[in-house]
Nanobody, 126 residues
Framework: QVQLVESGGGLVQAGGSLRLSCAAS????????MGWFRQTPGKDREFVAA????????VQGDSVKGRFTISKDNAKNTVYLQKNSLPAEDTAAYYC???????????????????WGQGTQVTVSS
């Protein structure tokens, strides 16, 4: 079992910055690929980015490519998602997830992620 806890959401003014954290614990999660997704009401969960614990390979979702930065801190067992200059369209619930392999994680398919955090709401006010 892998436990994931997100933090860092809240109310952000348009043009502001976002930095979300996902702390992982449990079974050897360092074999997993880690991903960030986001979801708005009535829409499917959208893949934002994924990263491997080692050696830190990164894949970004096509719809958000180049706009978000995913990173990790192996010593803290934490994955981050960062973005500057937020527009209102980035309002969503953001989820951290773990997939049992990088090959699965890099597809960005939610069904291939076995563990999910509780989500953290980000609201960008215009």
């Amino acid at each position: 079992q892998v436990q994931l806890v997100e933090s860092g959401g809240g109310l952000v003014q348009a043009g502001g910055s976002l930095r979300l954290s996902c702390a992982a614990s449990g079974r050897p999660f360092n074999m997993y690929g880690m991903g960030w997704f986001r979801q708005t009401p009535g829409k499917d969960r959208e893949f934002v980015a994924a990263i491997s614990w080692s050696p830190g390979m990164i894949v970004q979702g096509d719809s958000v490519k180049g706009r978000f930065t995913i990173s990790k801190d192996n010593a803290k067992n934490t994955v981050y998602l960062q973005k500057n200059s937020l527009p209102a369209e980035d309002t969503a619930a953001y989820y951290c997830a773990a997939s049992p392999s990088w090959s699965s994680a890099s597809t960005g398919r939610p069904s291939l992620y076995h563990y999910w955090g509780q989500g953290t709401q980000v609201t960008v006010s215009s």
